[in-house]
């Protein structure tokens, strides 16, 4: 094909005084329309305004402007505007290039404008030596198929599940157990609402198995997962049966684990037992002897698990109350080092215990309580003595840990796990239910400890975001992302495979051997693969070795 | 909003769109008027700690990036002043005097009531001192301090040598016109105000009005002087706030305000402190707690970094009253619960954990949507159903149901969203 002449347009911005105040930004302009290429130049009060778009799609009309420069301010803040431009005046949007001689130039050397000046002219220079070698790019479409996979049968999952459904998408709902309701089955009463948890958690299930929209697998295991996001392609075993399904998008919702303190405090899952095990004795109302001994933070908030827990404090309060309200004349101690009775009901909760007389002693983890036969000693911090409390049972609060299919799973959506094997969020304030790889959403206990009104919000939450790509129908990526620019020089080595975050590569046997392929729709373009081809056979759109080096020879040829 | 009529899945809402005397399609938000503009305010987004001019974006980052003007404090709205140097100096010809309030007629099929929260004034506290010892600040004045887009630019610096700061300037100004004015007297009787006073108070120079009010500038000049010396010789020592006490729980857990615990203050503090010893790195930070609540991904890891690697001081103990010195400085009086020890710590600035509370005004929005307000005044849900509120189709989300951290209500957000698609979808 032969090369169209090329056109290089230069629009040089004041932005009022934000620029002009500290450079000149007529000289700019002169200096510009000297630079190899540039046909046009033309210096603006606010080039992002009105008047300042219609000069670029006026000189890319009259013109014939094949590339466009625009120096003002940070991508970030224009490019798209900027882009939508060129593209209503008919030029590839990708035929764009902007310096940023706004945020890292002007107001960044206010005070010395001759150093200033000639780093503009710089910037300029480098903007139209590689506005020069950009090649027009397409926007990248991909259809999305609308049904959700949700992973998990508890309480999460259940609300994600339904709320994907009333809103009309089909979900594939896998909980590997043989029933579904998770951790809820095994629970007595929920606090604050002192309700019945497995009442809670049937309707839940029948809503779910009742709807249309749901197909419910149980005894469910996922063997294998390919895809991305909108074309999901997994294969999972349930009772027997094997099935391959299209999957637009997938929420994790696989809940946690319970610790179980072999060689703490004596446990012994008899006298000595946790919070969980006591919830099954107050299911069926027996609690024997007055005396009732609880410890939190029994294998959370140490050397070897960090975190708390969240949920435990909440937890003990609850089971003492409702031990207290069985039996008044019992004597419940919690033994805490911070009660984290956080937020309106907890607190309320957290008052109520006192209220009906369940004691709080606070205890020094440099001194933790000792659990005998018959008593627990314990240092009291606040009084600065020791007690002895006689004990008829000792519950121990420990931690929600990790799914153990944490791991399996995570490998399989080739997803994020923190320290502690809870699946990473993309943000965390900004993205709390996203995974960073699109289209995979997370909510519940697999997140983080969670009570069951939180992990409700969460699954809401999850599935509002699911919800979105599934009523888009399609998915829409910005073509500046991994390509080849040798493919012939690709050997297949697979270090680009091995080294993408984001699962976009991948080794197939092709006629020419084997190539690495690249999966557009799940490369963020980040550019790693590019970085360490050492044949060079990747690079990135709009950003590939060329149009780097020829930005560092502009900036050498001053 | 005004009006709010019908139900689930067909709402019709009536909303004042106040003017803002700004063309938001003309303006740039490139701030040249603000620049110019001759009226200077408070800045609430700064607390008060800063100063905004009459027209004005409420925070940089606002969005949309267009200016309005706060018509109680233009000089063109107040009558009787002519001013319109914003008019004259946008080039965009945005600004819009005669832009009047407009009313939309809303449909929608759902409402999400996301109206935030308002702190709890620590006033009602007298035993800390707020609003009359002036380094007795609240944990959101602090965050202005520390912001780099702040009135200190994120230097943490003591209200009262700001306010020092303030005085040399407004008194610099003063005596600047005083002098201008002895300069006339001064070029008019061909003689040094000095020499001039030092006859008139001999009684050698005969009664006159003139030389009675020459006398009197003069002396109120000296006894400017004087004071501003004495300021700028106090100023002269003044250093960046190193001593902090963060004092945990001030209106909420506490039965004469609030019972409930604002979940949120404890990280927030901790927080707070780490920046402050990130910025300035001789900072000594106290954090004063009945517990800390340490309850999300990581909050108990940052508290234990918190406390080893920067060396905050975690304090158990609920502050029981703030006094201050001869130098201004808070002084905490407190018992160490663990070593059941009174004490006290002089510091140069106390930082109140303040309450969060429902806002202010959201009975008028509870009683206009026709939903309940819980016992605390903030949205009643059942934690079953924990974005419903009593009506259906309308949902809430954010601190409007409750204390809450920032991942929260952004999980909540799209929580809400989820119900209102529901519900528009006919199955909420």
Same mark, same amino acid.
């Given at each position: 094909m032969e090369k169209e002449e090329l056109r290089i347009g230069v629009f040089v911005c004041k932005c009022g005084s934000n620029i002009a105040g500290y450079l000149d930004v007529e000289a700019l302009d002169e200096y510009a329309?000297?630079?190899?290429? %540039? %046909?046009f130049t033309q210096w603006n009060l606010?080039? *992002?305004?009105d008047v300042g778009l219609d000069e670029i799609k006026k000189g890319i009309k009259e013109q014939n402007l094949n590339r466009v420069v625009v120096a003002s301010c940070s991508p970030r803040t224009h490019e798209p505007l900027f882009r939508s431009i060129c593209a209503e005046a008919e030029l590839n949007p990708y035929l764009f290039e902007m310096v940023n001689i706004r945020d890292q130039c002007s107001w960044v050397h206010m005070n010395e404008r001759e150093p200033a000046m000639a780093k503009a002219r710089d910037l300029i220079r480098m903007g139209v030596a590689k506005a020069a070698l950009l090649e027009p790019q397409e926007i990248i479409t991909s259809e999305v198929e609308v049904r959700a996979l949700v992973i998990g049968g508890g309480i999460a999952g259940l609300t994600a599940a339904t709320s994907l459904a009333n809103r009309g998408f089909p979900v594939i709902l896998l909980e590997k157990e043989k029933e579904l309701g998770g951790m809820l089955r095994s629970l007595n009463r929920l606090a604050p609402? $002192? %309700?019945d948890a497995s009442e809670v958690i049937s309707k839940k299930i029948k809503e779910a198995e009742d709807h249309p929209n749901i197909d419910v697998y149980t005894g469910a295991a996922i063997d294998k997962v390919e895809g991305f996001i909108g074309k999901f392609d997994v294969t999972f075993s349930a009772n027997g049966t094997t099935k391959d399904v299209r999957l637009g998008v997938v929420i994790i919702a696989t809940g946690a684990g319970n610790l179980v303190p072999e060689g703490m405090y004596q446990y012994d899952g008899q006298k000595v037992i946790t919070q969980w095990e006591l919830e099954e004795k107050l299911k069926i109302g027996k609690i024997d002897g007055n005396n009732v001994v609880m410890i939190q933070c029994v294998g959370a908030r140490s050397a070897e698990r960090q975190y708390c827990s969240r949920i435990c404090c909440a937890v003990a309060i609850k089971n003492a109350i409702l031990i207290k309200q069985m039996n008044p004349a019992a004597k419940v101690y919690i033994l805490y080092r911070d009660i984290m009775a956080y937020g309106v009901e907890n607190e309320e909760e957290l008052r109520k215990a006192k209220q009906l007389g369940v004691r709080f002693v606070k205890y020094d983890p440099e001194r933790p309580p000792v659990v005998e036969e018959d008593k627990v000693t314990v240092f009291h911090h606040l009084m600065g003595k020791e007690l002895e409390l006689p004990q008829d049972m000792v519950v121990l609060s420990t931690p929600l840990i990790a799914s153990e299919d944490a791991v399996k799973i995570a490998n399989l959506f080739r997803v994020t796990l923190d320290e502690n094997k809870f699946f990473l969020e993309a943000h965390v304030k900004l993205r709390p239910l996203d995974c960073a790889t699109d289209g995979i959403f997370l909510c519940g206990s697999a997140h983080y400890p969670k009570d069951v009104r939180e992990s409700i919000l969460q699954a809401l939450g999850a599935a509002s975001r699911a919800s979105i790509p599934l009523a888009q129908g399609e998915i829409k990526i910005e073509p500046i992302i991994s390509t080849f620019v040798?493919? $012939?020089? *690709?050997?297949? *080595?697979g270090l680009c495979v091995a080294l993408c975050p984001y699962g976009a590569l991948e080794i197939e046997e092709t006629d020419e051997g084997r190539k690495a392929n690249i999966i557009t729709v799940a490369c963020k373009g980040c550019g790693v693969c590019a970085a360490t081809c050492f044949r060079h056979a990747l690079g990135i759109n709009s950003f590939t070795d060329e149009q780097i080096q020829a930005q560092i020879h502009g900036f050498l040829a001053a | 909003m005004e009006k709010v009529t019908g139900s689930n899945g067909d709402f019709a809402v009536t909303v004042r769109k106040k003017a803002r005397y700004v063309d938001e399609d003309l303006c740039t938000g490139c701030g040249a008027c603000a620049e110019k503009c001759p009226t200077t305010v408070p800045d609430e987004f700064n607390m008060g700690l800063g100063k905004r001019k009459?027209? !004005?974006? !409420? !925070?940089?980052? /606002?969005?949309?990036?267009t200016f309005c003007i706060d018509a109680v404090h233009c000089r063109t709205f107040q009558k009787g002043k002519k001013c319109g140097v914003c008019e004259k100096i946008c080039q965009a010809k945005a600004i819009d005097y005669k832009q009047e309030d407009k009313i939309l007629e809303l449909k929608v099929g759902a409402i999400v009531l996301a109206v935030g929260y308002d702190l709890f004034d620590a006033a009602k506290l007298p035993e800390y001192g707020y609003g009359r010892i002036t380094n007795v600040i609240n944990a959101l004045e602090f965050e202005r301090l520390l912001s780099a887009s702040g009135p200190t630019e994120g230097h943490v610096e003591r209200l009262s040598d700001l306010r020092d700061h303030e005085l040399i300037h407004s008194g610099e100004k003063k005596l600047k016109k005083a002098t201008k004015t002895l300069g006339k007297y001064e070029k008019k009787h061909k003689k040094s105000s000095a020499d001039f006073y030092k006859e008139f108070t001999a009684g050698n120079i005969s009664d006159g009005d003139e030389f009675a009010k020459w006398a009197k500038q003069y002396e109120s000049v000296q006894e400017a002087t004087k004071k501003l010396e004495a300021l700028k010789a106090k100023a002269e020592k003044f250093d960046v706030a190193t001593r902090l006490a963060f004092i945990q729980c001030v209106g909420s857990r506490d039965f004469r305000f609030n019972k409930y615990c604002s979940s949120y203050c404890c990280m927030h503090s901790i927080k707070e402190a780490m920046i402050a010893k990130d910025h300035e790195a001789r900072t000594d930070a106290y954090i004063f707690n009945?517990?800390?609540?340490?309850? /999300?991904? /990581?909050f108990e890891e940052y508290k234990v970094r918190g406390a080893e690697k920067t060396g905050l001081n975690y304090v158990r103990g609920r502050v029981a009253e703030i006094t201050q010195d001869e130098n201004e400085n808070p002084i905490i009086w407190y018992e160490e619960t663990t070593s059941q020890t009174p004490k006290s710590l002089t510091v140069d600035l106390a930082i109140l954990a303040v309450a969060c509370e429902a806002p202010k005004g959201i009975e008028k929005i509870a009683e206009m949507v026709g939903v309940e307000l819980d016992h605390n005044r903030f949205f009643k849900t059942d934690p079953l159903n924990p974005l419903d509120t009593t009506v259906p189709g309308i949902f809430v989300c954010g601190c409007a149901q409750g204390p809450m951290d920032i991942p929260e209500s952004v999980a909540q957000a799209s929580s809400a969203a989820s119900r209102a698609a529901e519900a528009v979808a006919g199955k909420a």
């Open positions: 329309s000297a630079l190899p290429n %540039v %046909v606010y080039t *992002c305004s609402m $002192d %309700v040798d493919r $012939d020089a *690709c050997r297949g *080595c | 009459a027209i !004005y974006k !409420y !925070y940089t980052q /606002g969005i949309p990036s009945m517990d800390l609540r340490t309850v /999300g991904k /990581g």
